[in-house]
Structure formats: structure tokens, C-alpha cells
């Protein structure tokens, strides 16, 4: 394996969201196979205007980070709602549910986390609810 790789995530990698039924709400590319990552992942998402993901989840063991890049956003950590703005970056640790919901311009955001991991994530569909 090369010191590096490039991948362009958002044109060539596949959006795993019409598989489960999210599009055309969400759009989301995991990077973490095409960046050949061997201890963190990359992800795209673009959550469509007002659209809230339709689960929380949280993670056992990986930490993440989530930049807005363009659009707001608000995201539910646990019992708290934190707004976005461009470019904020949100930290949110192990054991932390979450779910994202766009603002009316809708969103774009690059996830990051670590250690990678195949497998930790405790989904609850519905758990965001007002």
C-alpha cells in the first residue's frame, strides 16, 4: 500500500442511501474503503432541506467529528439540540446518540471518525422526535 490515497468522495464513491430507502432525502458516501483507511473513515452527506435522518445512532468505541461545509443544521447529541453553521466542526464521543436534521437550505457535511471500526453502531429508528 502507498503512504497515501486520494478519492474524490463525493463523485467516486457510491451513495449508500437509495439502498436503504433514504434518497432523496439523504445522500451519503463512505470513504473509508476508497481512502484505503486503516485507523480512521471519511464520509460525505447532503441532508436535504428540513430533512431530519429518520434514526439516532451511537457509537460503542469510534469518536467522530462533523464539519458543515455548506447549508444549517441542527444535531441532536443525546438530550441536547446544537445548531450548525458552516464550518463548524461538532466533536461527539463514544456512547453519544446523534441525528442530524437539515435547515431549509439544506446541508452538506464531511463526517470523520476513529479508531475505524466495521461494526459498533447502535441504531433506534425515530428517536429524534419533537
Not at 61 to 81: C, F, P
Amino acid at each position: 500500500m502507498s503512504g497515501y490515497t486520494k478519492a474524490n468522495i463525493k463523485h467516486e464513491v457510491e451513495d449508500h442511501a437509495p439502498k436503504f430507502g433514504l434518497s432523496p432525502g439523504l445522500e451519503f458516501r463512505s470513504g473509508r474503503q476508497a481512502l484505503e483507511c486503516e485507523q480512521s473513515g471519511a464520509s460525505y452527506q447532503r441532508i436535504a432541506p428540513d430533512f431530519r435522518q429518520p434514526f439516532g445512532h451511537a457509537h460503542k468505541q469510534q469518536e467522530e467529528v462533523y464539519v458543515l461545509l455548506s447549508g444549517s443544521a441542527r444535531v441532536k447529541l443525546d438530550d441536547d439540540v446544537v445548531e450548525l453553521v458552516p464550518f463548524d466542526a461538532v466533536r461527539i464521543a463514544p456512547g453519544v446518540m446523534r441525528c442530524v436534521e437539515a435547515g431549509p437550505e439544506g446541508a452538506e457535511l464531511i463526517l470523520f471518525g476513529a479508531p475505524r471500526v466495521d461494526s459498533d453502531a447502535e441504531m433506534i429508528q425515530g428517536w429524534w422526535v419533537d
